[in-house]
């Protein structure tokens, strides 16, 4: 009898083991499908998350920073930060990048998004939806 129990919590505990894996799998944060970045700012700025997501790495548009301040790449499974919570002018003050000022979010919007749209946007199969114009972006209200 006692050996049968035993048994039988093994594959109970072995079973919930498995299902917290596989929940952990499951529930990688991948956040949300869409986001307006910006909401009650000046300019908020629509973005189709999970549609991106679709079409580019991670590491495309997300990274972290080193103790040093240095930018480091993203690797799979990292804590994902809001861009702000770097990109402001007390983390990365007076940190350019071109004419970009990084230590605001419209720099790194800017120079993620913006450099992006400008990169693709003559490619044949999105050409007519010109996605380099402001209004792509920040939709007029
Ligand atoms: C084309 C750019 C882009 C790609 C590709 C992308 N993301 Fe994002 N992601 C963003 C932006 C922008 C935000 C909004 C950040 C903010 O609000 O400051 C965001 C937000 C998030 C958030 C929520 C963060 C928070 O605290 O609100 C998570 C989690 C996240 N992304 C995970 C991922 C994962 C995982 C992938 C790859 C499967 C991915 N993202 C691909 C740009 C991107
Ligand atoms: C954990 C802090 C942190 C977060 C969060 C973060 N960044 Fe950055 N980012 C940096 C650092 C550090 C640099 C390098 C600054 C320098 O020294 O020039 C950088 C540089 C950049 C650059 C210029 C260099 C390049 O790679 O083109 C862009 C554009 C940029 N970030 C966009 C973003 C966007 C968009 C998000 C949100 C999806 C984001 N960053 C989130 C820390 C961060
Ligand atoms: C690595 C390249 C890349 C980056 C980075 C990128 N985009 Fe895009 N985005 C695209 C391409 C390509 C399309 C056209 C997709 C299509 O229509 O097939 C697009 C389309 C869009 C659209 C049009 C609506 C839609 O979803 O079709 C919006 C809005 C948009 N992007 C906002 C943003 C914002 C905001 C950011 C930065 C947070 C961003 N994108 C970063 C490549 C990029
Ligand atoms: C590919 C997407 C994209 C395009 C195209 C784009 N922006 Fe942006 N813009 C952003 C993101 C992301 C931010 C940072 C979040 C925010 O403030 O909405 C931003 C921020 C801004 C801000 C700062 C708002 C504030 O409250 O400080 C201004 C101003 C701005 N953009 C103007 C423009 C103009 C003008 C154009 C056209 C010449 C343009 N943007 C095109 C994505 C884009």
Do not use: R, W
Request: proline share 4%; net charge positive.
């Amino acid at each position: 009898m006692i050996k049968k129990k035993t048994i039988v919590c093994s594959v109970v505990s072995l079973c919930m083991l498995l299902g917290t894996v596989i929940f952990a799998i499951g529930a990688s944060n991948t956040g949300p499908a869409d986001i307006t970045i910006s909401a009650d700012g000046k300019k908020p700025a629509q973005f189709s998350h999970k549609k991106h997501q679709d079409a580019f790495k991670c590491a495309e548009c997300h990274h972290g920073m080193a103790a040093d301040g240095k930018q480091v790449p993203y690797v799979e499974g990292q804590e994902i930060k809001k861009c702000g919570e770097c990109h402001n002018a007390t983390v990365l003050a007076g940190k350019m990048k071109d004419k970009l000022a990084l230590d605001t979010l419209k720099g790194a919007g800017h120079g993620n998004c913006v450099e992006c749209h400008k990169a693709k946007k003559d490619e044949p199969a999105i050409k007519d939806k010109k996605i380099d114009k402001c209004d792509t972006c920040h939709p007029k209200k």
